[in-house]
């Protein structure tokens, strides 16, 4: 499995719906007509795009690859340098600066041992 992409094409639901469910709010959403283009500048400090909606096409400065994401998948950027997205079809990405987890609010003892 790719480590930067993870989403439906790879079959792992199960990290998906961890990272997904584990974040705050994006700190930005954009919403792309098809063939629109967006980027950010890539820090190598999880910095983490999600495909709200639609289809996107995203490549990132020193990666050969190239990746598509649909709703629902998200893309860790790992390399310094320009990410750019472009939307296949009319899209909403989600952008967050970094993987800060939603604080726990609860007690341990009652969400494991009950």
């Known amino acids: 499995m790719n480590p930067q992409l993870l ?4 079959n792992n639901q ?7 469910s584990n974040l705050s709010t994006p700190d930005a959403v954009v919403d792309l007509v098809a063939g629109q283009g967006w980027g950010v500048r890539g820090r190598r400090r999880q910095q983490t795009l999600f495909c709200l ?3 996107i096409w995203v490549t990132q ?3 050969i690859r190239d990746y ?4 629902g ?5 790992t390399l310094p340098g320009l990410v750019m997205v472009r939307a296949l079809t009319p899209a909403r990405i989600g952008y967050a600066e970094s ?3 939603v604080p726990f609010k609860g007690r341990f003892s009652q ?3 009950n």
């Not at 989403?7 to 790879?10: A, M, P, Q, V």
């Open 14 to 20: 199960t990290a998906k719906r961890f990272i997904l």
């Open 7 to 10: 989403g439906s094409g790879n």
């Open 53 to 55: 909606q639609g289809r």
């Open 99 to 101: 993987l800060l987890s």
């Open 61 to 63: 400065e020193c990666d």
């Open 111 to 113: 969400t494991v041992f």
């Open 68 to 71: 598509v994401l649909d709703e």
């Open 73 to 77: 998948d998200a893309f860790l950027i």
